[in-house]
């Protein structure tokens, strides 16, 4: 399924879209993958993507966010 974000596979597929994105602007943005425990909801694990951008907007901070 290449809508669904919270598989590992489409946690990666969108942290290279968004850095994709912001290196054509000439920016970094440093993006995290975390992998998280077992939602009975979705009936699997998920994996979390986690940035240091600031309402979408790629800061300067430096800074790990694992």
């Given at each position: 399924m290449t809508g669904d974000y919270c598989t590992r596979e489409g946690a990666e597929r969108i942290k290279r879209q968004i850095e994709d994105y912001w290196a054509e602007r000439g920016r970094t943005v440093?993006?995290?993958l975390i992998k998280g425990g077992f939602l009975a909801?979705?009936?699997s694990a998920r994996t979390d993507?986690?940035?240091n951008m600031i309402n979408g907007v790629p800061?300067?901070?430096t800074e790990n966010f694992a």
């Open positions: 440093s993006i995290n909801s979705m009936r993507v986690r940035s800061s300067s901070n």
